[in-house]
């Protein structure tokens, strides 16, 4: 009897993998491929999630955001090891640090197909209004070193936007084999039906992300201080979770302050994401730079007009005034004006909603990417 062939999956979050990727996974289960998932940080609970996907889920140690080079190479050496004895068909790594050393351990195994993806290029490559930090230039140095050092060994290296391998393949003149565009990683459509804009008095606008600079937190309140002034019943709702190990984060003092002068509606994290979108009327991502969000493609599935920044990642989702609006990087004014605009033009609301809906049918059906995915992949 012949053996079912066999995909190693390297990333680091579990819940990557029954977050995310549950719907390529199924796919390739029918397909008669094992699954072997790699992840590097987890709890108990999301093992057993992985497990019930009828995947074979291992442990393996990979420090996401160190720099210590005698680790990480202890690490890729134990990581081949454990890849070897799988002797799978085919290694697919995803996220930064697995793209590398999870690449370098698939050719060190002798795998014969190794494929990376690159969901996006990080905070080393996004610019700031200041300019890069110190730090930054660092870090994005040995980076490259180790994206040249690893990513000529991939059969293919896949990015969701075309600004990604031009920003870092091209710029930093690193070669490899063969270069595919995704996209974006898609949506299950059924999870974020399209629902009609509600009809009220106030507007609310809908900001959902860790609440970080890059993500464009400091620009949003600004726009909302502006926007209130005007209109001071104007709802602005805040999704997310401060970060208080990153230097750029909202503080919580100045998140207090916030909800205190009821500039902002702020729920928290929360597990019904896509009830709040319902609720909102305009959802607004000012992001330094994405790889495709998936925030976004959530509100634009529902039906909502969005208003985000010009930049990689961002400018995939929105044709400026057909769905929304691209406005310039780090400009709260600009952002503000285009929230009045909603405002005081109630009635493109539900027409750009419209749009994005019809965008999201035809770019972000997690279906179609897979399929196209796969291709990739070359199964």
Known sequence: ???????????????????????????????????????????????????????????????????????????????????????????????????????????????????????????????????????????RKIQVILYRLSLPLADKVIFLNPDDPRDLLEKHQIKVKKVEVLGGIGLNLSDYPYQPVLQTENIRFLFIGRLLKEKGIHEFIAAAKIVKARYPNTIFTVLGAIDKMNLGALSQTELDSCIQTSLIEYPGQVSNVSEWIVNSQVFVLPSYREGVPRSTQEAMAVGRAVITTDVPGCRETVVNGLNGFLIPVWDSQVLAEKMIYFIENPEQITLMGNESYRIAQKKFDVDKINQRLISFLEL
């Open 1 to 139: 009897m012949q053996s079912r062939k066999k995909i190693v999956l390297v990333a680091t979050v579990a819940s990557s993998i029954y977050g995310f990727r549950q719907p390529l996974i199924a796919e390739l289960q029918k397909r008669g491929y094992h699954i072997y998932a790699f992840v590097s940080e987890y709890m108990q609970t999301e093992l057993d999630k992985i497990w019930a996907m009828g995947v074979t889920v291992i442990p393996y140690q990979l420090n996401r955001g160190g720099l210590n080079p005698i680790a990480d190479v202890w690490a890729t050496y134990k990581l081949a090891n454990q890849i070897r004895r799988i002797q799978p068909d085919l290694v697919f790594s995803y996220f930064s640090k697995p793209v590398i050393f999870g690449t370098l351990a698939a050719k060190m195994a002798r795998v014969p197909k190794i494929f990376a993806m690159l969901e996006g290029l990080g905070y080393t490559f996004t610019e700031q209004p200041e300019g890069f930090s110190r730090k930054a230039k660092i870090i």
